[in-house]
């Protein structure tokens, strides 16, 4: 059995195994209400002692958990791709990420600063001082789903840790063995006992994670779990990173070659399993033709196959269940008149071939909703202004990109585009970890990204006097 099983305190395991092969990686014992409640009262003991910490101390702690990682690195990225079937270079890109998001976090706990302002700005106001600080929220919840199972993790525990709060985290049944060796690693690298803490299960743990007597929730996965989690948690403050049907644009000026590659990193990447991830691309009509020439032999070259290889691109999806959605609305659409297939389209168990489908609807299944798998679906525009509103008329509303270098364009999209963040020559699969991540409508709550999650995971208090 792998050295990276939890210890098993419930009474029934959960198995861990390879999407791409079925081999058992590992597995981690459930755990019971009784054990989720217990472990948050063991957090909230741990941080009534931290929350009196030095800002240095956070920021060595975090920067120890980095080098943990780092020391670790190849070990990580194995178990990575081995639990959720991510290419080991996709894994090792991840494990590279997170350690610049812990050491951010760390930099970031030494400048959350407050401000003075004085009451008397008005006629009539009084001659005092109103001193504004930030203290830690408490006990953060942080609900992780499997395609990020170690990055998406730390971009909750840094910014977290910094802000002096206590981590209950509880990982996606899917993949929730790189989480329980983060906590392994923790451990090794000096944090107090019950700082930070993992749990397992799947629907019924987060909720009761959620029912308890936690102070901040932080959840990243689907808009009607995200619901359901919000209504558990009651007046509970919710961050929370639900998704997105993100569109990229190409218009006649854009560099193509650029684009065509970054639409095949942007869509094939985890075999298009990311939140950000360009679900539809507007092909100009001036282009359209060029364009689908450049993508075709370039997604023909794409190696998917088993991803503990070096040379291979794209690995599968994360079990049969989600392959069958993926395959279920391309046959769908396939179906609808004039719709054609370009590439792919085909799936052998979880593995999905690098699809590409032309003149699909804008109420085609593969469109209409988010779709976690490799497909490209591709809609010809000719007015900007149209495809905006058919952008901002649907649920979602996280990123876009846009390829132009037209000032104009640039201008019209990123003030009217209904998203959290416009990528000007970038897919909207671009992130940066100190950099506010997230949606509006149906893609969440809040912001992720360092330096504002450390603000979101803290009370501001006013002192007057």
């Known amino acids: ?269 985890i075999a298009g399993q990311s939140c950000a991830a360009i679900k539809k691309l507007y092909l100009h009509e001036d282009i359209a033709e060029q364009f689908i020439e450049k993508l075709l032999p370039a997604v023909a070259g794409i190696r998917h196959g088993d991803p503990s290889l070096e040379e291979t691109d794209m690995g599968p999806v994360i079990d049969s269940a989600a392959a069958e959605v993926v395959e279920s609305r391309i046959q769908a659409t396939l179906k609808l008149p004039g719709v054609e297939l370009l590439a792919g389209g085909t799936r052998t168990g979880t593995l999905m071939a690098p699809t590409v489908i032309a003149n699909v609807p804008a109420d085609a299944a593969v469109i209409a909703e988010e779709t976690f798998g490799p497909v490209i679906a591709i809609r010809v525009f000719r007015d900007a202004s149209q495809a905006i509103a058919e952008v901002n008329a649907g649920d979602y509303g996280l990123q876009a990109g846009i390829f132009t270098n037209d000032h104009a364009l640039i201008r019209q999209f990123s003030r009217e585009l209904r998203v959290g963040g416009v990528m000007v020559n970038e897919g909207p699969d671009f992130r940066a970890e100190h950099v506010p991540f997230g949606g509006i409508k149906k893609s969440g709550l809040g912001r992720e990204g360092v330096r504002i999650a450390l603000r979101e995971m803290s009370e501001p208090k006013v002192v007057i006097d």
């Open 1 to 269: 059995m792998s050295i990276y099983n939890a210890l098993k305190v419930a009474a029934r395991a959960i198995e861990v195994r390879s999407p791409y092969d079925g081999r058992l990686v590992g597995e981690v014992g459930e755990s019971s209400t009784g054990e989720i409640l217990a472990a948050i009262s063991r957090a909230k003991s741990a941080q009534e002692i931290f929350r009196r910490s030095l800002p240095s101390e956070r920021r060595a702690m975090l920067v120890a958990l980095a080098e943990e990682i780092a020391r670790d690195a190849e070990n990580l990225a194995r178990l990575i791709s081995d639990e959720m079937g991510k290419t080991i270079r996709e894994a090792r890109n991840e494990v590279r990420r997170a350690q610049n998001t812990l050491k951010l976090s760390g930099d970031a706990a030494t400048f959350l600063d407050g401000e003075v302002l004085h009451c008397g700005i008005v006629e009539g106001g009084v001659d005092r001082q109103a001193t504004i600080t930030y203290e830690p929220a408490g006990v953060v919840a942080a609900i992780t789903p499997f395609n990020y199972p170690l990055n998406l993790l730390c971009h909750k525990l840094g910014p977290a840790i910094a802000a002096g709060n206590a981590v209950v985290a509880k990982p996606s049944p899917k993949a929730p063995l790189t989480a329980t060796r983060l906590a392994e690693l923790a451990r090794k690298a000096g944090w107090p006992d019950n700082l930070f803490q993992v749990v397992h299960g799947g629907a019924e743990a987060a909720l009761a994670l959620a029912r308890g007597p936690i102070d901040l929730l932080s959840f990243t996965g689907g808009p009607a779990a995200g619901l359901a989690l919000k209504n558990a948690s009651g007046l509970v403050r919710c961050l929370m990173e639900l998704g997105g049907n993100d569109p990229l644009f190409v218009f006649p000026d854009a560099d193509l070659e650029r684009a065509v590659m970054t639409t095949i990193g942007h869509r094939f990447e």
